[in-house]
């Protein structure tokens, strides 16, 4: 290391009084103390204090300085030899004053006082990772200069070290005190800079439309015995246009959706085989396309609300519906009008739904565990968070000792297969950590972080106020106001890393229509008893149930095991008594209670990476009065990979005894060859065969190259000759497939081309489809059905189809029509701001956003895609929104709100903008509502050169006109250059030389040669 011996420095040392000859002082005893807690320590230390330094013992001493590991300073410190190192640390042998230590590390040092009493009473320290005190008796007075040992400095969270090889003392810290403001003054004022750039008050955010039209003729009943038929025609039409934005410090949305529907009959002879008229489905399908929105049905407010949050507490007005937190049971009715509250101890943001045009609540179930991990450590040291033994989290040890780590998503670990430490370090830069701690957690299922308070409360009336249509219904007394109060409370809490509680309250849950004053409560708790279990417990009480639920989870290696019970007991059934011959004969009748029970066991085991087994068995006890009835069932099913190309699988349900199997191959080896060949070239094959104890279906797909496709399946029901055969043919493409590759925009375009056809009991049926895709949030789709059959007529469909009748052979499927029609068409827009309306997706988010215009000129572009930004020396990712010739947008998003300083990096730059000063504005951030930042970057260039006679640390001065503008200092050899010129005429001028001017156009200037006086008048 090479020392920088100041000759100022040493002649002040020769002079100090008390080398070598002993001078009277007034010094304390020195303390060394590291302490963990965060308690009052200063009586502690006094009783700690160690004998006096003779002051007749110390020495100055040179030494230089490392921060962090870089070379800082050199500076005077003192020296005690005769400390005995074998009792104390060697570091209590060097003290370092505290105005040296307040320079070097931005620590600073408030000195206490009692009353009127000038005495010292100790320091009060403000370090960036704290506050603490120091007791007087730890702090050295020499020379009207105070010090302290430099094993004290471990209480300051500062590991300090003298070197004897380096000669130097080391000081680690948390920090970095460039980055760091200076030092609290003694009146603790802060300037406050202005801001340049603030939130805008209100805008528009995104627009989205979504719309579809069907028209459909239905095919005429074939079991009636009568030649003429009636044939039904329909149209449906629906569309919702939503918008969202910002204004009065929060977000708005509201979403208005139309629809229309026809139907018609026509009468048909059912022998006639033909399309229908005019006035039928082609008639229908084609008004469609031309029926105005505003001449639809009716036209509805679907959502409107403004929602507004904090760091802790978030509010929605408007149209809303209730939180899903609560496991178990609803926490409120249905959907109301009125207010939502929600807070959080901890910060709101991450349990807030994404607010756009179709936001309906205000919390939202994350499903997520946060954990929080909390320890303590080496005060001033480093906690590193360690998963599998790779870093992913540092933080800094507070002064107390105390480390936490905030918010780990212990949901996204396995904690079976996870190890999870611990390392603790004594300083940041430190290589070896002092000890390594294996923590062990458990997986809670609950929205509550560790130590973390929710709660949400809403109150308002039932149902959505604003549409009359939902509000109030006609009656022989007129029209009357349906809705009712609607209030709820939820709570949840994280206890700790293992165990959380929610609770809630509310009205207008299963009450009873005369009766929309009771109020519903539940109660539940979930508990993490190892990292392999997991026990929730709720109950619910009701108007007219009780409800008990319990859920036990098992997860270890290879098997998942997951044990549910539920019982509701229902209160207050009415029961009508009747006779034999079915009249009723006691009006009066008694009221009933029902329970019900079940038992549910989930299964799931995987032998190897290749077979999963899964078992799930269900148990129903049902008790009415005296009747009681239960019911067994069970399913399971296996599914195996036997290699790379095959897999297929086998299932069984209890329930009608069904199985079903599926296989299915690919030519995975030949895809694998094709990655070697040229785009779109190759073929590649996939064999299905899948059934079940009704009916079997064979399918083949022969991909022909990456943009087309064929595909043919047959089916067959078991009992009957028909079959099913179905092809279709697709292809994929985008527009430079069309127009060539210098079509605007055709890399955003996908197209799809179906066409396909069906063949059942001789009868031909055929489809085509278009479907359209564009990367900026734009999709269209335009198909056609015409006798289509979208599967073979099966039992398994008794859900979907009215009568008995229609299930026989010579039928086709009930869900079959004789002609469809749909379109659909979506998109999303986004205004951002300063910029018109474009489609695409505006980036959702709930914390603030930064919206940076940059203006530069043609000729001087910038390389839009390498920009690079910092918000208080902290860089952020910044997307690029637009660009044109002249202009550059990017968007910063999800900042917390606050103040900050924008930086831009100029290394990206053209030499001609980066060159001048950057703009480095002050901006403020807040939730939803972007800040617009505009800079503008101006050209500006430089000159060099030298002086004739090569003469160093002569001062020039840069005129424009009689402005000084710049200065500038000769180094070596007498050269010099300067940057930061805007295009202008300048005069340099330096004493005793011949004054030069210089036109600076658009570029540097270089080489000049400033001529000595005496040289030019010798000339």
Request: glycine share 8%.
């Amino acid at each position: 290391m090479i020392k920088r011996y100041s000759p100022l420095r040493l002649m002040i040392l020769a002079s100090l009084p008390c080398v070598g000859s002993y001078c009277s002082l007034a010094f304390a005893e020195v303390s060394v103390i590291a302490t963990n807690t965060n308690a009052d320590i200063t009586s502690s230390l006094k009783s700690l204090a160690l004998p006096a330094t003779d002051s007749q013992t110390l020495l100055p001493a040179l030494v230089g300085v490392f921060i962090n590991g870089q070379e800082l300073d050199s500076l005077d410190v003192l020296y005690d030899p005769n400390i005995d190192t074998a009792i104390n640390n060697k570091n209590a042998q060097y003290f370092l004053s505290t105005d040296d230590l307040s320079r070097l590390t931005t620590v600073s040092f408030l000195p206490n006082s009692k009353g009127n009493n000038t005495n010292n009473h100790g320091y009060q320290v403000n370090t960036p990772i704290g506050d603490t005190q120091l007791a007087a008796n730890q702090v050295l007075s020499y020379q009207g200069q105070q010090y302290l040992a430099l094993d004290t400095l471990k209480q300051l969270g500062i590991t300090a070290e003298y070197s004897r090889q380096d000669s130097a003392i080391k000081l680690n810290m948390g920090w970095r005190p460039s980055q760091n403001p200076a030092p609290k003054t003694n009146n603790n004022a802060a300037d406050t800079l202005p801001i340049d750039y603030r939130p805008s008050r209100a805008g528009l955010l995104g627009l989205s439309f979504n719309g579809t039209l069907s028209a459909s003729e239905s095919n005429a009943s074939q079991n009636s015995t009568s030649q003429n038929n009636v044939r039904t025609i329909s149209r449906q039409m629906y569309a919702d246009i939503g918008a969202y934005g910002y204004g009065l410090g929060g977000v708005w949305g509201i979403k208005a959706i139309g629809y229309d529907d026809s139907n018609a009959d026509e009468y048909i002879n059912i022998n006639e085989e033909k399309f229908s008229n005019n006035d039928g489905f082609g008639q229908t399908a084609l008004d469609g396309f031309t029926y105005l929105p505003s001449d639809w049905d009716g036209w509805d407010i679907d959502n409107l609300y403004w929602a507004k949050s904090g760091e802790r507490l978030a509010t929605r007005l408007g149209i809303n519906q209730p939180n899903s937190l609560g496991q178990g049971v609803q926490t409120s009715g249905a959907e109301f009008t009125g207010a939502l509250l929600a807070y959080s101890n901890r910060n709101i943001a991450r349990h807030l739904s994404q607010f756009d045009d179709d936001s309906r609540s205000l919390l939202q179930n994350t499903s997520q565990d946060y954990q929080h991990l909390t320890g303590i450590g080496e005060a001033g040291g480093v906690a590193e968070l360690r998963i599998n033994g790779r870093a992913i989290a540092r933080v800094q040890i507070g002064l107390d000792g105390r480390y936490e780590f905030l918010n780990l998503d212990v949901s996204q670990l396995v904690l079976t297969d996870t190890l999870v430490e611990m390392a603790i370090y004594a300083y940041p830069l430190a290589r070896q950590p002092l000890e390594i701690r294996p923590i062990l957690l458990g997986k809670r299922r609950t929205n509550a972080a560790t130590d973390e308070l929710i709660i949400e409360a809403g109150i308002g009336r039932t149902g959505n106020l604003i549409n009359s249509e939902t509000r109030y219904s006609y009656n022989r007394s007129g029209n009357e106001d349906n809705s009712q109060t609607a209030a709820h409370l939820y709570a949840e809490y994280g206890i700790n890393n293992r165990l959380a509680v929610r609770g809630g309250v509310n009205n207008n849950i299963q009450n009873l229509q005369d009766d929309d004053a009771s109020v519903s409560w539940h109660a539940g708790a979930n508990f993490s008893p190892s990292v392999y279990t997991n026990a929730d417990i709720s109950y619910a009480r009701t108007p007219v149930q009780d409800l008990w639920q319990g859920q036990l989870q098992y997860q270890h290696k290879k098997l998942w095991a997951n044990y549910q019970y539920q019982a509701r007991q229902y209160e207050g059934i009415s029961r009508d008594t009747y006779s034999q011959n079915g009249n009723q004969v006691d009006q009066n009748a008694p009221t009933a209670s029902l329970s019900d029970q079940r038992h549910q066991l989930l299964l799931n085991y995987q032998p190897s990476d290749k077979t999963t087994v899964n078992l799930n068995q269900y148990y129903d006890e049902l008790s009415y009065t005296t009747v009681d009835s239960d019911n067994y069932y069970a399913y399971t099913s296996i599914n195996h990979r036997f290699n790379d190309a095959l897999n297929g699988g086998i299932n069984w349900d209890s329930r009608g005894d069904r199985y079903g199997y599926r296989l299915l191959w690919q030519d995975v080896y030949r895809q694998r060859a094709n990655t070697e060949d040229s785009y779109g070239t190759g073929t590649r094959n996939t064999i299905g065969l899948s059934g079940d104890n009704l009916s079997d279906t064979l399918s083949i797909r022969h991909q022909l190259n990456n943009n087309t496709s064929l595909e043919q399946s047959t089916s067959l029901l078991h009992g009957y000759s028909k079959w099913l055969y179905q092809g279709d043919v697709s292809y994929r493409f985008d527009a430079n497939d069309l127009f060539g590759s210098s079509t605007i925009g055709a890399q955003a375009t996908d197209n799809l081309i179906n066409i396909g056809y069906s063949l059942y009991d001789n009868q031909v049926g055929w489809l085509a489809d278009w479907q359209l895709t564009h990367r900026n949030g734009v999709s269209f789709s335009l198909g056609y059905k015409h006798r289509y059959v979208d599967a073979i007529p099966s039992s398994r469909y008794d859900d979907l189809i009215i009568g008995e009748s229609i299930i026989g052979d010579g039928l086709l499927p009930a869900w079959t029509q004789n002609n469809y029609l749909y379109a659909k068409l979506s998109f999303d827009m986004f205004k951002a701001p300063k910029q018109r309306l474009q489609f695409g997706n505006y980036p959702r988010q709930n914390a603030g956003s930064v919206v940076v215009d940059i203006d530069h000129h043609a000729d001087s572009p910038i390389d839009h895609e390498s920009m690079r930004f910092e918000l208080d020396n902290q860089q952020v990712k910044a997307s690029l929104l637009g660009t044109q010739a002249t202009h550059s947008q990017y968007l910063i998003s999800n900042i917390k709100a606050g103040d900050y300083t924008l930086t831009m990096d100029a290394e990206n730059l053209p030499l001609e903008y980066s060159t001048g000063k950057l703009l480095t504005p002050r901006i403020r951030v807040s939730n939803y509502a972007p800040t617009s930042v505009p800079i503008q970057l101006e050209k500006s260039y430089g000159v060099s050169g030298k002086l004739a006679d090569a003469k160093e640390g002569v001062v020039i001065d840069i005129y424009q006109g009689a402005t000084l503008i710049q200065s500038v200092t000769t180094g070596s050899y007498g050269y010099f250059q300067t940057f930061g010129l805007a295009p202008n005429t300048y005069r340099l001028k330096a004493k005793g030389y011949e004054a030069v001017s210089i036109e600076v156009t658009d570029n540097f200037v270089m080489q000049l040669l400033l001529q000595p006086l005496q040289l030019q008048k010798a000339l």
